[in-house]
């Protein structure tokens, strides 16, 4: 027998509601900031704790380019990285979409969030938090992507695959 279909409510990324899951980096005015470069820039200090220790580890950055999704849009598919933190930064100023739940064992339709960051926040996902791969709205758009490289014996992502229809996105 097939599970009823569960509709992701859209939420509003604020820090507060994030904070299961990581952290969100934006420059508020709740963030730790100060004048620097002789007055000519702000600098929002110390906005997400990434987490790239561990043997053999280090900092990766890079880009991701992404294409924008079709809605409605089924959610199949989770990950996480049990290694690492992993932040994503829009290049551009654009809104985007972060489906998540917190880390642990795999989760199921119930226990999956979604939230809007928009222009001019980024996430960064705790280690191990589970998260649906990287979702662009309207137009294709470069994220500076942070996280763990290096070796890991039995990978850094783990891969869930939900029930087909299980799960839907609507705008």
């Known amino acids: 027998m097939k599970p009823l279909a569960t509709l992701l409510t859209i939420e509003l990324l604020t820090a507060e509601a994030f904070r299961p899951f990581?952290?969100?980096?934006?420059?508020s005015d709740a963030a730790r900031h100060f004048t620097i470069n002789e007055g000519f820039a702000e600098r929002y200090h110390d906005l997400a704790r990434v987490?790239?220790?561990?043997?053999?580890?280090?900092?990766?950055v890079s880009i991701f380019k992404a294409q924008p999704r079709t809605f409605p849009l089924a959610?199949?598919?989770?990950?996480r990285h049990p290694l690492g933190s992993q932040a994503f930064v829009a290049l551009a100023p654009m809104p985007f979409l972060v489906v998540v739940a917190q880390?642990?064992?795999?989760?199921?339709p119930g226990d999956i969030r979604c939230f809007l960051a928009q222009a001019g926040q980024g996430v960064?996902?705790?280690?191990?938090?589970?998260?649906?791969p990287?979702?662009?709205?309207?137009?294709?758009g470069d994220f500076l992507v942070i996280d763990r490289g290096g070796p890991a014996p039995h990978?850094?992502?783990d891969e869930i695959t939900?029930?087909?229809g299980a799960l839907w996105l609507v705008r």
């Open 22 to 27: 990581g952290d969100v980096i934006e420059a």
């Open 51 to 60: 987490d790239t220790a561990g043997e053999g580890g280090h900092t990766v």
């Open 75 to 79: 959610i199949t598919v989770m990950e």
């Open 103 to 108: 880390p642990g064992e795999a989760p199921g």
């Open 124 to 132: 960064n996902y705790s280690r191990g938090t589970w998260h649906h």
């Open 134 to 140: 990287l979702i662009a709205l309207d137009v294709p």
């Open 155 to 157: 990978g850094n992502c």
């Open 162 to 164: 939900l029930e087909e």
